[in-house]
């Protein structure tokens, strides 16, 4: 069986899309080969930043052939007087057999004539030179050009393609290119055109020779060559940032590695500013001392073999010298305006169009800061009021600076250090002082959802209300994330809100808070334009309701089920519900949880298809005279351990509520094996419905065992 | 085609005519030239070694681009003596976008050990019109290549010139200096908002007034006469003004989108009219390297409509 090489040479693909793209074009010919009955043993990826790839090793050469049956006139039609009739000669003719060939089957409608094809089974070359193209064609790109004809849309240009089976060119052609044997070498260090001799491992060798190496092989280079020159430098290291390797594995061809210096008087600059200069401008590497303090070096990776003349390092340290001369000037100009004067600037700062400028987004901010924080501290924990409203005041003073207008990605960092390098306030101590600096550093945690949460109680409050704020006044807008438009990230932000009361155990109810954000905008310009609050609450319960539930299952590992359970019973309280889901799981492996779950589900069904026709339950159970002995010991079982269960659960003892729970199940088991819901006397039934009722409730108010999913489990 | 600079203060090369309009319509066109361009928020009073309001690019713009142009680009740097066998060098994504314009492209910042030195872009929209043919735009910032030529840290060091003489050398400080400083102070400083506010409103009352008379449907014999390249100039210089505006902290965050969108505006038009501009100069001048249909339903255009109004 042969193998398959394609091969799309193109213009530097930027390297963010380089990954997704290929692993793309690797899915749909797999895809396409399936469809095709053409099932390869192994397809592997080759990608570069000016080629995409693809090694299909032990492709069959042909589809198989494909015998069908194919049904023609009846008997009686095809054959006169025992001769073929002209209607036999037909089909014979079309079916492309000779006519003795023909067979005779029976049907429910009578006997018919029939014909067994043979459809020959299409090489793979055809099939790939046909649909290849329309694959190819299709791979998503976040930004594409044309640049031959109009319709015709892909990253960057395509300048050349190869495809191969073994030896042998198929003729693919895309773009208006047509495929042919001649790949490209790296643009520097080969002579250009480099012969493919066949599909496979030919192909990687060939491209090592003209020094282009695969992905995994890139990696593994530059870490070698990171840690090779790193070790010339006694107790240093390189600082892993694994986005930053994928980057520059995606932006060369064959790697290697200079270190390179700078002047130590740039370490008076925070580290973080000379980090992002380096890691986001430059693409270098930062180098640190066994203390994790930062060295003045750096490590460039350059898509050539090296730099023997020291040509290329000096270069580079002529740029990195330049950056940091900038950030220095942004540093100490910024120091000639404190952040108290900046306040006033942020006049002219608009925070959204219809939301005004990000003054009134910090006063509104302080106010609902102040509030989370009356909430927290009734729970007795202390946020220092003047801690939390400086910081507050003070949080956004940063985007008026030069730093901040020039590396963006440090907002938040830069008022954080520029807050602990000024005085703010000749009466603060420098403990608050410190402490104000760490809160408006933090206020952006956290960025992502493995980012950690603000370090300070303070830093909590203000990250959560400067999000709260964003969110409760684009939802008033109307402006909720739909599908994969999330213009705004807000749920990342609110993402960021349930990890961070998660992780800090705030006693923050979501509905009410988000009230109280939007409560911050009374008298605004922009309430004008703001839906009414009943619509308010819904699309700000439902939204964060789903970012409670990606919290629960994908970030604390909880089940579907358990989850789904849970929130059912209540979704308002993240800490709370994180408390409910750990106690459900204790107890989900219990075989008396599942019995329970699958009674809650039958009562469930019982209620609701009597509710369908229309019959209600009695207000109150209450015991009859014909009140069956089951009946009669479920009701006195749920009087006793009722408000037990409710006072525990009060108390937030989840996991002792769910273990009285769990006795329930003899009694509700020997109730559905002896009693009968839905009989004909009204009032019999009527009060086991109210029964029923309320032992439902008392089962749901932890977790809607219904929701459990019984089957495979216990 | 060599070009000489556009003698009206842009913003870059790319707002010269000669990129502007020329990848505008179906014409192939390839040239270069320098184009000052005047940034007034970039200038740092000739304090920074690396930032300047008045920068030089040389612009190329090559329609449709060669199947080669990467290659081309790289040999016109060893063309300047870089051995790029010695230099480490990278095509990373930048798109380039121009909202005042309403012009955008994709391509690469090219970085030469670390440094930006060209901004290579696929042009794609230009005055809010799809381009066909594209054209790709080489913009070689001259300052930050002369500065890595001449290996020194500080923009301002560059040596401009030297006396063959006395091999005295005159510096790009010297030449420049002067002006970085003045055209700081006056951009952040003195420049009257009312006024500069007043001419903005002259210039664009005159630009739209012009617009508003040209005349897209029939066959004018007068349409070649009709004054599109003054329309832009008197768009460029609001664009100039808006920059001067915004240098000098006048335009607050919230009017900054409504004043790009009356510059956008402006730019728009103009594109449009030159495109029809150039359909009809190209019917009535152009006859040998069309294909044949294109030509007769031009003929043919201009044979239904005779005269001019």
Same mark, same amino acid.
């Given at each position: 069986?042969?193998?398959?090489?394609?091969?799309?040479?193109?213009?530097?693909?930027?390297?963010?899309?380089?990954?997704?793209?290929?692993?793309?074009?690797?899915?749909?010919?797999?895809?396409?080969?399936?469809?095709?009955?053409?099932?390869?043993?192994?397809?592997?990826?080759?990608?570069?930043?000016?080629?995409?790839?693809?090694?299909?090793?032990?492709?069959?050469?042909?589809?198989?052939?494909?015998?069908?049956?194919?049904?023609?006139?009846?008997?009686?039609?095809?054959?006169?007087?025992?001769?073929?009739?002209?209607?036999?000669?037909?089909?014979?003719?079309?079916?492309?057999?000779?006519?003795?060939?023909?067979?005779?089957?029976?049907?429910?409608?009578?006997?018919?004539?029939?014909?067994?094809?043979?459809?020959?089974?299409?090489?793979?070359?055809?099939?790939?030179?046909?649909?290849?193209?329309?694959?190819?064609?299709?791979?998503?790109?976040?930004?594409?050009?044309?640049?031959?004809?109009?319709?015709?849309?892909?990253?960057?240009?395509?300048?050349?393609?190869?495809?191969?089976?073994?030896?042998?060119?198929?003729?693919?052609?895309?773009?208006?290119?047509?495929?042919?044997?001649?790949?490209?070498?790296?643009?520097?260090?080969?002579?250009?055109?480099?012969?493919?001799?066949?599909?496979?491992?030919?192909?990687?060798?060939?491209?090592?020779?003209?020094?282009?190496?695969?992905?995994?092989?890139?990696?593994?280079?530059?870490?070698?060559?990171?840690?090779?020159?790193?070790?010339?430098?006694?107790?240093?290291?390189?600082?892993?940032?694994?986005?930053?390797?994928?980057?520059?594995?995606?932006?060369?061809?064959?790697?290697?590695?200079?270190?390179?210096?700078?002047?130590?008087?740039?370490?008076?600059?925070?580290?973080?500013?000379?980090?992002?200069?380096?890691?986001?401008?430059?693409?270098?590497?930062?180098?640190?001392?066994?203390?994790?303090?930062?060295?003045?070096?750096?490590?460039?990776?350059?898509?050539?073999?090296?730099?023997?003349?020291?040509?290329?390092?000096?270069?580079?340290?002529?740029?990195?010298?330049?950056?940091?001369?900038?950030?220095?000037?942004?540093?100490?100009?910024?120091?000639?305006?404190?952040?108290?004067?900046?306040?006033?600037?942020?006049?002219?700062?608009?925070?959204?169009?219809?939301?005004?400028?990000?003054?009134?987004?910090?006063?509104?901010?302080?106010?609902?800061?102040?509030?989370?924080?009356?909430?927290?501290?009734?729970?007795?924990?202390?946020?220092?009021?003047?801690?939390?409203?400086?910081?507050?005041?003070?949080?956004?003073?940063?985007?008026?600076?030069?730093?901040?207008?020039?590396?963006?990605?440090?907002?938040?960092?830069?008022?954080?250090?520029?807050?602990?390098?000024?005085?703010?306030?000749?009466?603060?101590?420098?403990?608050?002082?410190?402490?104000?600096?760490?809160?408006?550093?933090?206020?952006?945690?956290?960025?992502?959802?493995?980012?950690?949460?603000?370090?300070?109680?303070?830093?909590?409050?203000?990250?959560?209300?400067?999000?709260?704020?964003?969110?409760?006044?684009?939802?008033?807008?109307?402006?909720?994330?739909?599908?994969?438009?999330?213009?705004?990230?807000?749920?990342?932000?609110?993402?960021?809100?349930?990890?961070?009361?998660?992780?800090?155990?705030?006693?923050?109810?979501?509905?009410?808070?988000?009230?109280?954000?939007?409560?911050?905008?009374?008298?605004?310009?922009?309430?004008?334009?703001?839906?009414? $609050? +009943?619509? %308010? !609450? #819904?699309?700000?319960?439902?939204?964060?309701? *789903?970012?409670?539930?990606?919290?629960?299952?994908? @970030?604390?590992?909880?089940?579907?089920?358990?989850?789904?359970?849970?929130?059912?019973?209540?979704?308002?309280?993240?800490?709370?519900?994180?408390?409910?889901?750990?106690?459900?799981?204790?107890?989900?492996?219990?075989?008396?949880?599942?019995?329970?779950?699958?009674?809650?589900?039958?009562?469930?069904?019982?209620?609701?298809?009597?509710?369908?026709?229309?019959?209600?339950?009695?207000?109150?159970?209450?015991?009859?005279?014909?009140?069956?002995?089951?009946?009669?010991?479920?009701?006195?079982?749920?009087?006793?351990?009722?408000?037990?269960?409710?006072?525990?659960?009060?108390?937030?003892?989840?996991?002792?509520?769910?273990?009285?729970?769990?006795?329930?199940?003899?009694?509700? $088991? +020997?109730? %559905? !094996? #002896?009693?009968?819901?839905?009989?004909?006397? *009204?009032?019999?039934?009527?009060?086991?419905?109210? @029964?029923?009722?309320?032992?439902?409730?008392?089962?749901?108010?932890?977790?809607?065992?219904?929701?459990?999913?019984?089957?495979?489990?216990? | 085609?060599?070009?000489?600079?556009?003698?009206?203060?842009?913003?870059?090369?790319?707002?010269?005519?000669?990129?502007?309009?020329?990848?505008?319509?179906?014409?192939?066109?390839?040239?270069?030239?320098?184009?000052?361009?005047?940034?007034?928020?970039?200038?740092?009073?000739?304090?920074?070694?690396?930032?300047?309001?008045?920068?030089?690019?040389?612009?190329?713009?090559?329609?449709?681009?060669?199947?080669?142009?990467?290659?081309?680009?790289?040999?016109?740097?060893?063309?300047?003596?870089?051995?790029?066998?010695?230099?480490?060098?990278?095509?990373?994504?930048?798109?380039?976008?121009?909202?005042?314009?309403?012009?955008?492209?994709?391509?690469?910042?090219?970085?030469?050990?670390?440094?930006?030195?060209?901004?290579?872009?696929?042009?794609?929209?230009?005055?809010?019109?799809?381009?066909?043919?594209?054209?790709?735009?080489?913009?070689?910032?001259?300052?930050?290549?002369?500065?890595?030529?001449?290996?020194?840290?500080?923009?301002?060091?560059?040596?401009?010139?030297?006396?063959?003489?006395?091999?005295?050398?005159?510096?790009?400080?010297?030449?420049?200096?002067?002006?970085?400083?003045?055209?700081?102070?006056?951009?952040?400083?003195?420049?009257?908002?009312?006024?500069?506010?007043?001419?903005?409103?002259?210039?664009?009352?005159?630009?739209?007034?012009?617009?508003?008379?040209?005349?897209?449907?029939?066959?004018?014999?007068?349409?070649?006469?009709?004054?599109?390249?003054?329309?832009?100039?008197?768009?460029?210089?609001?664009?100039?003004?808006?920059?001067?505006?915004?240098?000098?902290?006048?335009?607050?965050?919230?009017?900054?989108?409504?004043?790009?969108?009356?510059?956008?505006?402006?730019?728009?038009?103009?594109?449009?009219?030159?495109?029809?501009?150039?359909?009809?100069?190209?019917?009535?001048?152009?006859?040998?390297?069309?294909?044949?249909?294109?030509?007769?339903?031009?003929?043919?255009?201009?044979?239904?409509?005779?005269?001019?109004?």
């Amino acid at each position: 069986m042969p193998d398959f090489l394609l091969e799309i040479g193109c213009e530097e693909i930027p390297a963010r899309m380089i990954c997704a793209a290929s692993r793309e074009l690797r899915e749909r010919t797999a895809a396409l080969l399936n469809r095709e009955r053409l099932s390869a043993a192994e397809i592997a990826s080759f990608d570069t930043p000016r080629r995409l790839g693809l090694m299909v090793a032990g492709i069959p050469s042909a589809q198989p052939d494909i015998t069908e049956q194919v049904n023609g006139p009846s008997i009686s039609v095809a054959y006169k007087d025992g001769q073929p009739t002209p209607a036999a000669h037909a089909f014979a003719k079309k079916a492309g057999v000779d006519l003795a060939q023909l067979e005779k089957i029976t049907t429910a409608k009578g006997e018919y004539l029939a014909a067994k094809i043979t459809r020959r089974g299409r090489s793979v070359a055809e099939i790939l030179t046909e649909n290849l193209p329309k694959e190819i064609a299709t791979i998503y790109w976040p930004k594409n050009m044309y640049w031959r004809k109009a319709n015709e849309r892909f990253v960057r240009p395509v300048r050349w393609l190869v495809a191969m089976l073994d030896g042998e060119t198929i003729p693919l052609e895309f773009d208006g290119i047509s495929a042919g044997k001649i790949s490209r070498g790296h643009r520097m260090l080969s002579h250009g055109d480099v012969i493919i001799p066949r599909a496979g491992s030919a192909y990687v060798d060939a491209l090592r020779a003209a020094k282009v190496l695969g992905r995994a092989e890139r990696e593994q280079q530059i870490r070698k060559a990171l840690d090779a020159a790193t070790r010339t430098i006694a107790g240093a290291r390189w600082q892993e940032d694994q986005s930053l390797l994928d980057t520059v594995v995606n932006l060369t061809e064959f790697p290697s590695v200079i270190l390179g210096g700078f002047d130590p008087q740039f370490l008076a600059l925070p580290e973080e500013v000379l980090v992002t200069v380096m890691r986001d401008h430059q693409k270098y590497f930062a180098v640190e001392d066994a203390n994790g303090k930062l060295l003045p070096h750096f490590l460039a990776v350059l898509n050539t073999d090296g730099d023997p003349e020291g040509l290329i390092r000096h270069g580079d340290e002529r740029v990195l010298r330049a950056r940091f001369n900038d950030a220095r000037f942004f540093w100490e100009t910024d120091q000639k305006k404190s952040l108290l004067e900046r306040l006033e600037l942020l006049r002219h700062v608009t925070f959204q169009k219809d939301l005004g400028s990000y003054y009134e987004k910090t006063q509104r901010v302080q106010r609902l800061c102040s509030w989370l924080s009356e909430i927290i501290k009734q729970s007795g924990r202390e946020v220092r009021p003047g801690v939390i409203h400086k910081a507050a005041c003070l949080a956004k003073t940063d985007l008026t600076t030069e730093l901040v207008k020039e590396f963006t990605e440090l907002q938040g960092i830069v008022g954080g250090l520029y807050a602990r390098a000024q005085e703010l306030d000749s009466s603060l101590p420098e403990a608050t002082r410190f402490a104000i600096a760490d809160a408006i550093y933090d206020q952006y945690k956290p960025e992502s959802t493995e980012d950690e949460v603000p370090r300070s109680i303070e830093g909590a409050v203000l990250s959560i209300g400067d999000k709260a704020d964003t969110i409760a006044g684009m939802f008033a807008l109307g402006l909720v994330p739909s599908g994969s438009k999330d213009p705004f990230a807000l749920r990342r932000q609110a993402n960021a809100i349930v990890k961070v009361i998660a992780e800090k155990k705030l006693p923050l109810p979501l509905c009410a808070m988000m009230r109280d954000a939007r409560a911050g905008y009374q008298g605004q310009e922009a309430e004008k334009k703001f839906i009414d $609050d +009943a619509r %308010f !609450d #819904e699309s700000v319960r439902a939204f964060f309701r *789903e970012r409670l539930e990606f919290y629960l299952k994908d @970030l604390r590992g909880y089940a579907y089920d358990v989850v789904k359970a849970v929130l059912a019973a209540d979704a308002g309280d993240v800490v709370d519900s994180v408390a409910r889901s750990e106690a459900v799981k204790q107890v989900l492996h219990m075989p008396e949880f599942l019995a329970i779950g699958a009674a809650c589900k039958r009562m469930r069904n019982i209620l609701r298809q009597a509710e369908e026709k229309g019959i209600s339950p009695a207000a109150k159970f209450e015991y009859l005279a014909g009140s069956a002995d089951e009946e009669k010991d479920l009701a006195a079982y749920i009087e006793v351990n009722g408000p037990k269960v409710e006072a525990l659960r009060r108390k937030k003892e989840y996991g002792d509520a769910l273990m009285i729970l769990s006795t329930a199940r003899e009694h509700v $088991d +020997a109730f %559905f !094996d #002896e009693v009968m819901v839905m009989v004909e006397d *009204e009032k019999a039934r009527a009060n086991r419905l109210a @029964l029923l009722q309320t032992l439902l409730k008392e089962f749901s108010t932890i977790a809607d065992f219904s929701e459990i999913v019984t089957e495979g489990k216990g | 085609m060599l070009q000489q600079p556009y003698d009206v203060e842009v913003g870059a090369g790319t707002m010269a005519p000669e990129t502007f309009l020329r990848v505008l319509g179906p014409k192939p066109y390839k040239v270069a030239y320098v184009q000052p361009s005047r940034r007034p928020a970039d200038g740092r009073y000739g304090e920074n070694p690396n930032r300047l309001f008045k920068h030089m690019q040389l612009q190329v713009i090559l329609k449709p681009p060669p199947e080669n142009v990467q290659e081309l680009y790289l040999e016109s740097l060893a063309a300047i003596g870089i051995d790029l066998r010695q230099h480490d060098i990278k095509f990373e994504e930048d798109n380039w976008e121009a909202p005042t314009l309403s012009a955008w492209g994709v391509g690469w910042q090219v970085m030469l050990d670390g440094l930006e030195i060209t901004q290579f872009t696929y042009f794609q929209q230009c005055g809010g019109v799809d381009l066909f043919p594209i054209s790709a735009e080489l913009t070689y910032g001259l300052e930050r290549i002369a500065a890595f030529l001449q290996d020194v840290d500080s923009i301002y060091d560059i040596i401009w010139a030297r006396d063959p003489q006395t091999g005295h050398a005159t510096t790009y400080g010297d030449v420049r200096l002067a002006d970085e400083l003045q055209f700081s102070a006056y951009n952040f400083e003195a420049a009257d908002v009312e006024k500069t506010w007043k001419h903005f409103e002259l210039y664009e009352a005159e630009c739209r007034a012009l617009l508003m008379h040209y005349k897209f449907e029939g066959a004018d014999p007068e349409k070649h006469r009709f004054p599109v390249l003054a329309a832009y100039d008197l768009c460029l210089k609001c664009s100039h003004l808006f920059n001067i505006l915004d240098a000098r902290g006048a335009i607050s965050v919230t009017e900054r989108v409504g004043v790009i969108a009356r510059v956008r505006a402006l730019a728009v038009g103009i594109a449009k009219a030159w495109v029809d501009q150039q359909k009809s100069d190209f019917a009535s001048k152009e006859k040998s390297d069309e294909p044949e249909p294109v030509l007769e339903k031009r003929i043919q255009k201009g044979k239904l409509s005779p005269v001019g109004f």
